[in-house]
Protein backbone atom coordinates (compact mmCIF):
# COMPACT_ATOMS: atom_id res chain seq x y z
CA UNK A 1 0.00 0.00 0.00
CA UNK A 2 1.11 3.47 -0.85
CA UNK A 3 0.12 6.53 0.90
CA UNK A 4 -0.53 9.18 -1.71
CA UNK A 5 -0.90 12.08 0.45
CA UNK A 6 0.01 12.80 4.29
CA UNK A 7 1.13 15.65 6.34
CA UNK A 8 3.81 14.53 8.49
CA UNK A 9 4.96 17.51 9.60
CA UNK A 10 1.94 18.36 11.27
CA UNK A 11 0.31 17.28 14.84
CA UNK A 12 -0.09 14.81 15.83
CA UNK A 13 2.37 13.10 13.80
CA UNK A 14 5.51 15.32 13.98
CA UNK A 15 5.97 14.73 17.46
CA UNK A 16 5.28 10.41 17.10
CA UNK A 17 6.96 9.84 13.50
CA UNK A 18 9.20 6.89 14.60
CA UNK A 19 6.16 5.18 15.89
CA UNK A 20 4.00 6.79 12.96
CA UNK A 21 6.71 4.97 10.85
CA UNK A 22 6.94 1.24 12.71
CA UNK A 23 2.91 1.47 12.49
CA UNK A 24 2.87 2.13 8.79
CA UNK A 25 5.95 -0.91 8.19
CA UNK A 26 3.90 -3.22 10.03
CA UNK A 27 0.24 -2.64 8.41
CA UNK A 28 1.78 -2.96 5.00
CA UNK A 29 2.80 0.79 3.62
CA UNK A 30 5.45 0.76 1.25
CA UNK A 31 5.95 4.42 0.81
CA UNK A 32 4.23 7.69 1.93
CA UNK A 33 4.21 11.16 0.34
CA UNK A 34 3.83 13.89 2.76
CA UNK A 35 2.42 17.14 1.58
CA UNK A 36 3.80 20.66 1.71
CA UNK A 37 1.36 23.62 2.30
CA UNK A 38 3.84 26.60 3.38
CA UNK A 39 7.54 27.64 2.96
CA UNK A 40 7.57 26.26 7.36
CA UNK A 41 5.98 22.84 6.47
CA UNK A 42 8.51 22.07 3.51
CA UNK A 43 11.46 22.98 5.72
CA UNK A 44 10.36 20.31 7.91
CA UNK A 45 9.58 17.97 5.15
CA UNK A 46 13.04 18.57 3.84
CA UNK A 47 14.15 16.45 6.99
CA UNK A 48 11.46 14.67 7.44
CA UNK A 49 11.59 12.60 3.56
CA UNK A 50 15.61 11.83 5.23
CA UNK A 51 14.11 9.74 7.80
CA UNK A 52 13.34 6.63 6.09
CA UNK A 53 13.57 5.22 2.28
CA UNK A 54 9.69 4.89 2.24
CA UNK A 55 8.79 8.64 3.07
CA UNK A 56 9.03 10.94 -0.23
CA UNK A 57 7.98 15.05 -0.58
CA UNK A 58 6.53 17.51 -2.58
CA UNK A 59 6.81 21.15 -2.16
CA UNK A 60 4.09 23.69 -2.73
CA UNK A 61 1.35 26.16 -1.27
CA UNK A 62 -2.05 25.40 -0.06
CA UNK A 63 -4.89 27.59 -1.78
CA UNK A 64 -5.50 28.82 2.20
CA UNK A 65 -1.70 29.76 2.75
CA UNK A 66 -1.24 31.53 -0.40
CA UNK A 67 -1.95 35.11 0.61
CA UNK A 68 0.80 35.23 3.84
CA UNK A 69 2.96 32.83 1.10
CA UNK A 70 2.42 34.31 -2.02
CA UNK A 71 6.08 34.93 -4.47
CA UNK A 72 6.83 33.36 -7.70
CA UNK A 73 6.71 29.72 -6.65
CA UNK A 74 7.67 28.61 -10.27
CA UNK A 75 11.27 30.46 -9.37
CA UNK A 76 11.51 29.26 -5.50
CA UNK A 77 10.17 25.45 -6.79
CA UNK A 78 12.97 24.98 -9.73
CA UNK A 79 15.54 26.39 -7.25
CA UNK A 80 15.17 24.04 -4.45
CA UNK A 81 14.35 20.75 -6.58
CA UNK A 82 17.59 19.38 -6.07
CA UNK A 83 16.23 16.30 -3.39
CA UNK A 84 15.14 12.80 -5.53
CA UNK A 85 12.75 12.36 -3.16
CA UNK A 86 10.69 15.54 -3.46
CA UNK A 87 8.32 14.11 -6.09
CA UNK A 88 5.50 16.10 -6.80
CA UNK A 89 4.22 19.92 -6.71
CA UNK A 90 1.74 20.92 -4.14
CA UNK A 91 -0.73 20.83 -2.32
CA UNK A 92 -1.77 24.09 -4.64
CA UNK A 93 -5.65 24.86 -6.25
CA UNK A 94 -8.11 26.53 -5.80
CA UNK A 95 -11.06 26.13 -2.12
CA UNK A 96 -13.19 29.16 -2.40
CA UNK A 97 -15.52 27.18 0.82
CA UNK A 98 -13.88 29.48 2.64
CA UNK A 99 -12.84 33.19 2.70
CA UNK A 100 -9.48 32.63 3.52
CA UNK A 101 -7.70 34.71 0.86
CA UNK A 102 -8.59 36.74 -2.19
CA UNK A 103 -9.74 34.37 -5.20
CA UNK A 104 -7.55 35.94 -7.30
CA UNK A 105 -4.58 35.12 -5.08
CA UNK A 106 -5.38 31.78 -5.02
CA UNK A 107 -5.84 31.66 -9.10
CA UNK A 108 -2.64 33.19 -9.79
CA UNK A 109 -0.84 30.73 -7.31
CA UNK A 110 -2.27 27.79 -8.81
CA UNK A 111 -1.17 29.23 -12.31
CA UNK A 112 2.62 29.34 -10.88
CA UNK A 113 2.51 25.88 -9.03
CA UNK A 114 1.39 24.40 -12.85
CA UNK A 115 4.33 26.58 -14.77
CA UNK A 116 6.42 24.55 -12.03
CA UNK A 117 4.82 21.61 -12.52
CA UNK A 118 5.41 21.60 -16.47
CA UNK A 119 9.37 22.82 -16.43
CA UNK A 120 10.01 20.37 -13.83
CA UNK A 121 7.73 17.76 -15.55
CA UNK A 122 6.30 16.47 -12.33
CA UNK A 123 2.55 15.78 -10.92
CA UNK A 124 0.55 18.71 -9.58
CA UNK A 125 -1.39 18.17 -6.73
CA UNK A 126 -4.38 19.52 -6.45
CA UNK A 127 -6.60 20.48 -3.85
CA UNK A 128 -10.66 21.57 -5.38
CA UNK A 129 -13.44 22.44 -3.10
CA UNK A 130 -16.26 24.69 -4.28
CA UNK A 131 -14.39 25.63 -7.12
CA UNK A 132 -15.39 22.79 -9.95
CA UNK A 133 -15.95 25.49 -12.55
CA UNK A 134 -12.79 27.61 -12.48
CA UNK A 135 -10.72 24.45 -11.79
CA UNK A 136 -11.42 22.93 -14.90
CA UNK A 137 -11.13 26.29 -16.74
CA UNK A 138 -8.00 26.37 -15.97
CA UNK A 139 -6.99 23.37 -16.18
CA UNK A 140 -8.39 22.99 -20.02
CA UNK A 141 -6.41 26.21 -20.95
CA UNK A 142 -2.74 23.27 -20.42
CA UNK A 143 -4.63 20.39 -22.21
CA UNK A 144 -2.19 19.74 -25.05
CA UNK A 145 0.78 20.33 -22.34
CA UNK A 146 1.13 16.84 -20.83
CA UNK A 147 0.18 18.83 -17.36
CA UNK A 148 0.03 15.24 -14.79
CA UNK A 149 -2.51 15.96 -12.64
CA UNK A 150 -3.64 14.13 -9.49
CA UNK A 151 -6.95 15.42 -7.46
CA UNK A 152 -6.20 15.26 -3.97
CA UNK A 153 -9.12 14.04 -1.73
CA UNK A 154 -11.52 13.44 -4.53
CA UNK A 155 -15.07 14.42 -3.29
CA UNK A 156 -16.07 16.22 -6.84
CA UNK A 157 -19.33 15.98 -8.92
CA UNK A 158 -19.42 13.15 -11.35
CA UNK A 159 -19.67 15.94 -14.28
CA UNK A 160 -16.00 17.12 -12.66
CA UNK A 161 -14.58 13.66 -12.79
CA UNK A 162 -15.64 13.10 -16.03
CA UNK A 163 -14.31 16.33 -17.13
CA UNK A 164 -11.58 15.50 -15.09
CA UNK A 165 -11.29 12.21 -16.96
CA UNK A 166 -11.10 13.62 -20.27
CA UNK A 167 -7.55 15.93 -18.78
CA UNK A 168 -5.91 11.88 -18.07
CA UNK A 169 -6.19 13.00 -14.15
CA UNK A 170 -5.69 10.60 -11.61
CA UNK A 171 -7.76 10.23 -8.24
CA UNK A 172 -6.93 9.96 -4.94
CA UNK A 173 -9.88 8.63 -2.43
CA UNK A 174 -9.38 9.56 1.07
CA UNK A 175 -11.23 8.09 4.19
CA UNK A 176 -14.59 9.97 3.08
CA UNK A 177 -14.96 7.51 0.65
CA UNK A 178 -15.98 5.37 3.73
CA UNK A 179 -18.36 7.67 5.52
CA UNK A 180 -22.18 6.49 5.36
CA UNK A 181 -23.17 10.06 3.78
CA UNK A 182 -20.80 9.68 1.06
CA UNK A 183 -22.88 7.45 -1.32
CA UNK A 184 -22.97 10.16 -4.49
CA UNK A 185 -19.04 9.90 -4.14
CA UNK A 186 -18.91 6.09 -3.77
CA UNK A 187 -21.04 6.23 -7.03
CA UNK A 188 -18.84 8.27 -8.86
CA UNK A 189 -15.46 6.10 -8.11
CA UNK A 190 -17.14 3.16 -9.14
CA UNK A 191 -17.11 4.97 -12.49
CA UNK A 192 -14.04 6.52 -12.57
CA UNK A 193 -11.10 4.36 -14.39
CA UNK A 194 -9.37 1.84 -11.80
CA UNK A 195 -6.21 2.61 -13.88
CA UNK A 196 -6.93 6.12 -12.51
CA UNK A 197 -7.34 5.31 -8.68
CA UNK A 198 -4.64 6.41 -5.98
CA UNK A 199 -5.60 6.45 -2.15
CA UNK A 200 -4.39 8.63 0.72
CA UNK A 201 -5.25 9.27 4.87
CA UNK A 202 -4.88 13.33 4.34
CA UNK A 203 -3.43 12.62 7.94
CA UNK A 204 -4.01 13.78 10.71
CA UNK A 205 -7.51 14.73 8.95
CA UNK A 206 -10.31 12.60 7.68
CA UNK A 207 -9.50 9.14 9.59
CA UNK A 208 -11.42 6.53 8.22
CA UNK A 209 -14.55 4.59 9.51
CA UNK A 210 -13.69 2.34 11.49
CA UNK A 211 -11.42 5.78 12.96
CA UNK A 212 -13.44 7.72 12.74
CA UNK A 213 -13.16 10.74 15.40
CA UNK A 214 -10.09 9.87 15.87
CA UNK A 215 -6.32 11.52 14.82
CA UNK A 216 -5.80 9.88 11.31
CA UNK A 217 -2.39 8.40 10.50
CA UNK A 218 -1.23 6.38 7.30
CA UNK A 219 -1.46 2.85 8.92
CA UNK A 220 -5.15 3.58 8.68
CA UNK A 221 -4.92 3.74 4.96
CA UNK A 222 -5.95 0.38 4.64
CA UNK A 223 -9.42 1.07 5.59
CA UNK A 224 -9.50 3.08 2.60
CA UNK A 225 -8.11 0.63 0.63
CA UNK A 226 -10.48 -1.83 1.84
CA UNK A 227 -13.98 0.42 0.86
CA UNK A 228 -12.07 1.04 -2.67
CA UNK A 229 -11.83 -2.23 -3.46
CA UNK A 230 -15.37 -3.68 -2.78
CA UNK A 231 -16.74 -0.25 -4.51
CA UNK A 232 -14.63 -2.14 -7.80
CA UNK A 233 -15.60 -5.43 -7.44
CA UNK A 234 -12.29 -6.70 -6.70
CA UNK A 235 -10.32 -8.29 -4.26
CA UNK A 236 -7.98 -6.53 -2.05
CA UNK A 237 -4.85 -7.78 -2.90
CA UNK A 238 -5.59 -6.37 -6.87
CA UNK A 239 -6.90 -3.53 -5.46
CA UNK A 240 -3.71 -2.72 -3.70
CA UNK A 241 -1.50 -3.97 -6.72
CA UNK A 242 -3.55 -1.37 -8.82
CA UNK A 243 -3.45 1.70 -7.17
CA UNK A 244 0.27 0.79 -6.02
CA UNK A 245 0.90 0.61 -9.86
CA UNK A 246 -0.98 3.83 -10.44
CA UNK A 247 1.00 5.95 -8.24
CA UNK A 248 4.39 4.41 -9.33
CA UNK A 249 3.34 4.97 -13.05
CA UNK A 250 2.43 8.42 -12.31
CA UNK A 251 5.39 9.88 -10.34
CA UNK A 252 7.85 7.82 -12.29
CA UNK A 253 9.25 5.66 -10.06
CA UNK A 254 10.13 2.03 -9.77
CA UNK A 255 8.24 -0.66 -8.12
CA UNK A 256 9.18 -2.22 -4.65
Request: proline fraction near 3%; glycine fraction near 4%.
Amino acid sequence: MIDSHCHLDHEHLFSDLNEIIKRSKINGIKKMLTISTTFESFKKILNIINLDEMIYGTFGIHPHECEKNLTNEKDIIINIKKDKKLIGIGETGLDFFYNHSDKNKQISSFKSHIDAALTLNMPLIIHSRNAEEETIEILNAYKNQNLKILMHCFTGSLKFAQELITLNSFFSASGIITFKNSIELQNTFKIIPSNKILIETDSPYLAPIPMRGKKNEPSYIKYTLEKIAVLKNLNLKDMDKLTTNNFNSLFSMHAN
